[in-house]
Nanobody, 127 residues
Framework: QVRLAESGGDSVQAGGSLRLSCVGS????????????MGWFRQAPGKEREGIAI????????LYHDSVKGRFTISRDNTKNTLYLQMNSLMPEDTAMYYC????????????????WGQGTQVTVSS
């Protein structure tokens, strides 16, 4: 069973930066098919969970939600089984619980298409 664990959330002021990490474990052998697509999602209080950045195991061109383009960078290190999210120029509207997630097959922006989830890490941005 795939397990994901996020870290790196914190409270920062607007304009600041954070780097989130997500370590994957529990998948069989060296196969990354179960983690083929990995993504970062976030959920603010009272709002629906939204996908903000996704990337394939092959490390191809990442995909970003318009709200984070140019500010956030997703990357993965398959040798360390780790997914990263570098967040720059943070704004108060980025305040949310951030989750990493993984799925096999085709990419998707829909959170309920992802089978494996971490417990989340809180990011709070003050003005």
């Amino acid at each position: 069973q795939v397990r994901l664990a996020e870290s790196g959330g914190d409270s920062v002021q607007a304009g600041g930066s954070l780097r989130l990490s997500c370590v994957g474990s529990g998948y069989s052998g060296s196969s990354l098919r179960e983690l083929y697509w990995m993504g970062w999602f976030r959920q603010a209080p009272g709002k629906e969970r939204e996908g903000i950045a996704i990337i394939s195991v092959a490390g191809g061109t990442p995909l970003y939600h318009d709200s984070v383009k140019g500010r956030f960078t997703i990357s993965r290190d398959n040798t360390k089984n780790t997914l990263y999210l570098q967040m720059n120029s943070l704004m108060p509207e980025d305040t949310a619980m951030y989750y990493c997630a993984a799925k096999s097959g085709f990419y998707s922006w829909r959170w309920n298409d992802y089978a494996a989830w971490g417990q989340g890490t809180q990011v709070t941005v003050s003005s």
